[in-house]
């Protein structure tokens, strides 16, 4: 496999209109997607989301209850597991503990009739640099060396599609962190589409290329890591991926190219391209790193109050209280223009209007915020 | 033996850093210890000398003396080879049978029973709560003549009313199934209710149907409930005469008929001892054997 790009042109997955529905609880709510074939693809969410059950309808684990899916110009809706060219990587791995990791790997080619395997295992287990462990049993393995059986387990098959449930969920954050560089490493050299389900944000953000955000069996927002940070469009989005400052404000004026807000008697300014809504009340979002303990910007607030600080190596993270008692969440880089402030402090708050995005007002300021540690 | 790891396991920690002379273990084994010093290690001396004695001449009904006389093995087991053979068979049968009807029983209630899962045991267990005795009695009652099977089966016309199935063969294998099939089922549930019901998944994932994830997946990891079961059905069933004396006629008689009168009936305790020493052997070849084949050793 490392010699060979697998260009199979298999055509995009395209999920059209699907709905799952357990009794009464809707799973996944009405639910449209295209994934580009061979891109990396991930769909984050809080647990609940209905992005596992979105996953086990395309690898035909669950019946979508309406709904269709195809890959290219061959509808998949409901076609047998066994049946159709998309493989799984389980969360848990599911290797079969009574079969040698050479036989694992072997098992969906034995399967469809292909006598010799060796060469395809052995180029699968060098591709998850694994090659020394062939004749061991999955209960030998370390949970890295696992997660990396069950996807060469997978790829092995040259599916159309690969998914991924929740891969890394059961590794420590450093292997993590390294798995994730290697999956992202195996995607670029085998070029299948990868479809990856995660609530990590960052583990979506690091290997995705593009990531759709799901909440209530709907997804709220799609966009490359850059486009869904920079640019939320809804207040789930900017809480779900790190973390926003909102503060809710009404529009006064929309004109040239700028829209002007005022909250509690502050005025700022947002560009009109990164307002999301025709609403005049809205939730004006900044980024904790975006703000910057000044006031001589566009966009700030007097009279703030340290009311907390914690040091983080990187960066130092305050908790600072506006005039009318909001907190507000700021990132300061550890470098030359470090302020060193304490608790009870008096600051000011300023940031750029390119850096403001303004959100629909009717949302929950809430949403989103403290699920992604739920699981 | 698959249905021992669960206590090699239990010693395996590593306990090197503490030089502790308790004699707490010892305390703790010794119950258990005397108990089977006594009541095995000692009967089990004491049989296999009187296996070898021999009645002196003119000497009264149920003395013996040590002679040494292997011989007796000789006797014995070509006076009795018919009974033997008979014995592995019915066992035989009996644990297919029982594997047969446990494996589907067992598969159901691990994956399938939801919250009726305990209750299903129970059932499975229930029998327990009652003598193997009267269980093993009321199975005349169940194949009488006048019984619910024999005169369902007389409506079909491949037999006629000569039909029996008291004092049959088929009523003793009958009664070693049923008497033992709780041995198999349990150990069989124990080892599919351990199956990642993911596995199953992947294997569906991985290009294999129904069948195929059964025979590939299924069936290799339920194997050491498999062995267990097995052992445990087999082991007692071979033993066993209390069916073939409730339920079977002089034609059915098994080895472990022949034991009884040998000790209680005839007394002839040197022909008794050889014999039950030839079956203890002749079980643990078989199992020796059947353990190494099914390779269950390696199944973690």
């Known amino acids: 496999m490392a010699n060979s790009k697998v260009s199979q042109d298999t055509g995009d997955l395209v999920l059209n209109r699907v709905s799952k529905f357990y009794g009464d609880f809707c799973a996944v709510d009405d639910l449209s997607l295209t994934v580009p074939d061979g891109s990396f693809f991930a769909l984050l969410g809080p647990s609940g989301c209905g992005k596992t059950t979105t996953l086990r309808m395309i690898a035909g684990l669950e019946e979508p209850s309406q709904g269709t899916i195809q890959i290219g110009d061959n509808d998949i809706t409901t076609q047998k597991p066994y049946r159709r060219n998309v493989n799984t990587v389980f969360q848990n791995y599911a290797l079969f503990p009574h079969l040698t990791i050479f036989e694992n790997i072997a098992f969906g080619l034995r399967r469809r009739g292909i006598k010799d395997v060796k060469t395809e295992v052995e180029n699968a287990l060098n591709l998850v640099e694994l090659g020394h462990l062939a004749e061991r049993k999955p209960g030998q393995l370390s949970g890295g060396q696992q997660q990396r059986i069950a996807v060469a387990r997978a790829i092995v098959n040259r599916p159309e599609v690969l998914l991924l449930d929740e891969p890394l969920g059961a590794l420590d954050l450093k292997l993590?962190?390294?798995?994730?560089?290697?999956?992202?490493?195996?995607?670029?050299?085998?070029?299948?589409?990868?479809?990856?389900?995660?609530?990590?944000?960052?583990?979506?953000?690091?290997?995705?290329?593009?990531?759709?955000?799901?909440?209530?069996?709907?997804?709220?927002?799609?966009?490359?890591?850059?486009?869904?940070?920079?640019?939320?469009?809804?207040?789930?989005?900017?809480?779900?991926?790190?973390?926003?400052?909102?503060?809710?404000?009404?529009?006064?004026?929309?004109?040239?190219?700028?829209?002007?807000?005022?909250?509690?008697?502050?005025?700022?300014?947002?560009?009109?391209?990164?307002?999301?809504?025709?609403s005049d009340s809205v939730l004006l979002g900044v980024r904790p790193e975006k703000l910057r303990l000044d006031d001589r910007g566009v966009n700030s607030i007097k009279d703030c109050v340290v009311t907390d600080r914690s040091f983080v190596g990187t960066s130092t993270q305050y908790l600072v209280r506006t005039p009318w008692d909001l907190e507000l969440v700021v990132f300061e880089q550890n470098d030359e223009g470090l302020h060193d402030l304490h608790v009870g402090d008096k600051v000011s708050l300023e940031w750029d209007a390119e850096h403001t995005f303004a959100l629909d007002g009717a949302q929950d300021i809430n949403a989103g915020a403290d699920l992604e540690d739920e699981e | 033996?698959?249905?021992?790891?669960?206590?090699?396991?239990?010693?395996?920690?590593?306990?090197?850093?503490?030089?502790?002379?308790?004699?707490?273990?010892?305390?703790?084994?010794?119950?258990?210890?005397?108990?089977?010093?006594?009541?095995?290690?000692?009967?089990?001396?004491?049989?296999?000398?009187?296996?070898?004695?021999?009645?002196?001449?003119?000497?009264?009904?149920?003395?013996?003396?040590?002679?040494?006389?292997?011989?007796?093995?000789?006797?014995?087991?070509?006076?009795?080879?018919?009974?033997?053979?008979?014995?592995?068979?019915?066992?035989?049968?009996?644990?297919?049978?029982?594997?047969?009807?446990?494996?589907?029983?067992?598969?159901?209630?691990?994956?399938?029973?939801?919250?009726?899962?305990?209750?299903?045991?129970?059932?499975?267990?229930?029998?327990?709560?009652?003598?193997?005795?009267?269980?093993?009695?009321?199975?005349?009652?169940?194949?009488?003549?006048?019984?619910?099977?024999?005169?369902?089966?007389?409506?079909?016309?491949?037999?006629?009313?000569?039909?029996?199935?008291?004092?049959?063969?088929?009523?003793?294998?009958?009664?070693?199934?049923?008497n033992f099939l709780p041995f198999m089922t349990l150990p069989l549930y124990a080892s599919l209710e351990r199956i990642d019901p993911r596995t199953l998944e992947a294997a569906g994932d991985l290009y294999a149907n129904g069948f195929?994830?059964?025979?590939?997946?299924?069936?290799?990891?339920?194997?050491?409930?498999?062995?267990?079961?097995?052992?445990?059905?087999?082991?007692?069933?071979?033993?066993?005469?209390?069916?073939?004396?409730?339920?079977?006629?002089?034609?059915?008689?098994?080895?472990?008929?022949?034991?009884?009168?040998?000790?209680?009936?005839?007394?002839?305790?040197?022909?008794?001892?050889?014999?039950?020493?030839?079956?203890m052997a002749t079980i643990l070849?078989?199992?020796?054997?059947?353990?190494?084949?099914?390779?269950t050793d390696e199944l973690v």
């Open chain 1, 176 to 278: 993590r962190r390294q798995m994730q560089i290697e999956l992202k490493r195996i995607q670029m050299e085998v070029g299948i589409t990868f479809i990856h389900v995660t609530h990590d944000q960052e583990e979506a953000m690091t290997m995705a290329d593009t990531i759709a955000v799901m909440n209530q069996g709907k997804i709220e927002q799609m966009g490359s890591a850059t486009e869904l940070y920079e640019a939320p469009k809804t207040a789930f989005v900017a809480n779900f991926l790190g973390q926003c400052n909102l503060i809710k404000a009404k529009v006064q004026s929309r004109a040239g190219g700028k829209a002007v807000v005022t909250a509690k008697g502050h005025t700022f300014e947002v560009p009109l391209s990164r307002v999301s809504t025709d």
């Open chain 2, 1 to 178: 033996m698959a249905f021992l790891h669960g206590a090699t396991r239990n010693h395996s920690g590593p306990r090197s850093g503490i030089k502790s002379r308790s004699i707490t273990p010892y305390l703790l084994l010794a119950p258990g210890l005397i108990w089977l010093v006594t009541f095995f290690i000692i009967p089990i001396f004491s049989l296999a000398s009187t296996s070898t004695m021999v009645r002196p001449e003119g000497a009264q009904i149920g003395t013996y003396v040590q002679e040494l006389r292997f011989q007796n093995y000789v006797d014995a087991f070509t006076a009795n080879q018919e009974q033997y053979i008979r014995s592995f068979v019915y066992a035989g049968i009996a644990t297919i049978l029982a594997l047969a009807i446990a494996f589907p029983l067992a598969y159901m209630i691990a994956f399938k029973s939801g919250k009726y899962r305990n209750v299903l045991l129970v059932m499975v267990v229930a029998p327990f709560f009652t003598s193997f005795l009267l269980r093993t009695v009321a199975w005349t009652q169940i194949l009488g003549d006048e019984g619910p099977i024999v005169s369902t089966l007389k409506l079909l016309p491949f037999f006629d009313d000569s039909l029996r199935l008291t004092a049959t063969p088929i009523a003793v294998v009958s009664g070693l199934t049923y």
């Open chain 2, 212 to 279: 195929t994830t059964f025979r590939k997946v299924t069936v290799p990891l339920a194997m050491p409930g498999v062995v267990a079961g097995t052992l445990l059905t087999f082991i007692p069933a071979a033993g066993d005469y209390v069916n073939a004396t409730l339920l079977g006629n002089p034609n059915t008689k098994m080895i472990g008929n022949v034991i009884e009168s040998r000790f209680f009936a005839v007394v002839d305790y040197p022909t008794a001892a050889a014999l039950s020493f030839t079956l």
């Open chain 2, 285 to 295: 070849i078989l199992v020796t054997l059947y353990i190494r084949k099914s390779g």
